[in-house]
């Protein structure tokens, strides 16, 4: 009788590939005289696009937001992809190949936290805003693909019942 049994160990191949590796950041909010929306923490005016939908979403909440709240949205994001660091060695024939990589950053949640208190979650019409309006800033954001899940392979080997002392006779 054959008993395979799987093992874990730890392997790091060339090419890297990590799947839903986290990823997170937050930005600040200010509310202007007029009731316009400013990203204080990149200096910038939020889209007319992003405002509407992120009042849209305020209004289902019962809160008054007003000038003197300290507002954050924070933005959570999952990246898949690869990263292949190329070869100069590739014999006689071949002449290696250059650097390359992929790395796609989806917006997963967007929290709205008023005063240090979270309040809910918004809207999948402000995730998609986000992820199109902050692309730059979200792929600069560095991630931890080296965890120990994301280089994990698995190996088998086989133990026999047979063997003389390991499983005792049935």
Same mark, same amino acid.
């Given at each position: ?8 160990? *730890?392997?790091? !191949? ?8 986290? +990823?997170?950041?937050?930005? !600040? ?7 316009? *929306? ?5 200096? $910038?005016?939020?889209? +007319? ?22 507002? !954050? *949205?924070? $933005? ?12 100069? /060695? ?29 309040? +809910? ?41 047979? !063997?003389?002392?390991?499983?005792? /006779?049935?």
């Amino acid at each position: 009788m054959k008993i395979i049994k799987t093992a874990k160990y *730890l392997r790091k !191949e060339a090419v890297e590939r990590w799947n839903k590796v986290p +990823g997170s950041f937050s930005i !600040e909010i200010n509310i202007g005289e007029e009731g316009n *929306l400013f990203d204080i923490t990149n200096d $910038i005016d939020l889209s +007319g696009q992003l405002q509407s939908a992120i009042i849209k979403d305020v209004s289902t909440i019962p809160i008054r937001l007003d000038s003197e709240d300290q507002i !954050e *949205l924070v $933005i959570d994001f999952e990246s898949t992809g690869y990263r292949d660091p190329g070869s100069m /060695h590739g014999g006689p024939d071949q002449l290696g190949w250059p650097p390359e990589g992929d790395d796609e950053r989806i917006v997963t949640n967007v929290t709205l936290i008023v005063n240090g208190k979270p309040i +809910g979650e918004l809207s999948d019409e402000v995730k998609k805003t986000i992820e199109g309006e902050y692309e730059d800033i979200i792929n600069e954001i560095d991630l931890d693909y080296d965890s120990e899940e994301d280089l994990r392979v698995d190996y088998e080997y086989d133990l026999r019942k047979d !063997e003389p002392g390991r499983f005792g /006779h049935l």
